[in-house]
């Protein structure tokens, strides 16, 4: 058993308290949080189970990785605060373990990283001997391993598009979905995460790793970006009122350019009420999906959706990308230490799990 270290308990680490408990070769060894009300807690409270697992959750980061713990998967946020997040993996990978998380965008590309993040890892990996893996759905499975795999079924090829269409009011995270991506923002305020640049900065490196996938040489990568203002005000369950005339929906693409076409193409489609941006695509029913599409011939579509605590899709998606990550954990312990991206591991087969519950 490899004794696994969950960090955060937020929407990525609920899943992956219980995704580490179901895996038969992990074993839950300790939880770290942030929030002083967690400390003390049982880590099944915790992740919503109906059971205790007999692991107290501690804000002692030190303490738990002078253990020099084997595994570690970083769920907390690096959305609002990266550079916290890179210290506190490095100081993992720094304690020998190996580690996985979403929280890095910058690192699902490795080879073509800000070399200001890039080193800070080596460097640990080198002193430590641990391990980095960074993914998620989107970025992540969702345009790398997915339309890797479904480009294989293709005859001729065209154009891969990815999208993410998704309802974010079922997405339990306000600050990113209010500040981030300015849904119930006025149309003049400038979200962060769709300022110039910016996209690329997050969804390019899906992009690169697609191209050398299907070994074809990028002429350069473009963004395009629109929004959308809501007709009336809507009331949402989880997020609250968002007023007429304030963004309701952002459509944007990260384009990969090949001998001057859009070839390789990243989209979201975004809505805080599906009444807004109507013409625009939709998922083919419910909250929200994940689409792959190969034009060619033939041409091929393949939608995934995914459902977790209680039906819900955000949560779903949660899931499935704390999956990949949980479940390369295993690959990632018997391998040499170093710095992976998703085009090198392995999108693992569930063995050993048929029929297993977590406790």
Known sequence: MIPTIVWGTGNVG?????????????????VLVHDPAKVGRDAGELAGLDTELGVRATDDIDAV?????RAVVYAASGDIRPDDALADIVRAIRAGAVV????LYALYDPRNAPAEIRDPVLAAIEDGGGSLFVSGVDPGWGNDVLPVLISGLAGTLDVVRCQEIFDYSTYDQPDSVRYLVGMGQPMEYQPPMLLPSVPTMVWGGQ???????LDVELDDIRETVERRALDATVQTVRMGEFAAGTQGA???EVQGIVEGEARIVIEHVTRIHPDCAPDWPSPPDGEG?????IEGSPR????VTATDEGGNRAAGGNATAVGRLVNAIDWLVAA????????EVPLRAAVGKLGRKSP
Not at 100 to 103: D, G, K, L
Not at 289 to 293: D, F, G, K, S
């Open 14 to 30: 609920r899943a992956a308290i219980r995704c580490v408990t179901a895996h038969p070769a992990l074993e839950l060894s300790a």
């Open 65 to 69: 990785l002078a253990v020099r713990p």
């Open 100 to 103: 996985v998380t979403p929280a």
């Open 207 to 213: 992009i690169r790793l697609l191209a050398r996938a």
């Open 250 to 252: 952002v459509r944007f």
């Open 289 to 293: 999906a994940h689409r792959v599409i």
């Open 300 to 303: 091929i579509e393949v939608n």
């Open 336 to 343: 040499d230490p170093g710095l992976y991206d998703a085009l």
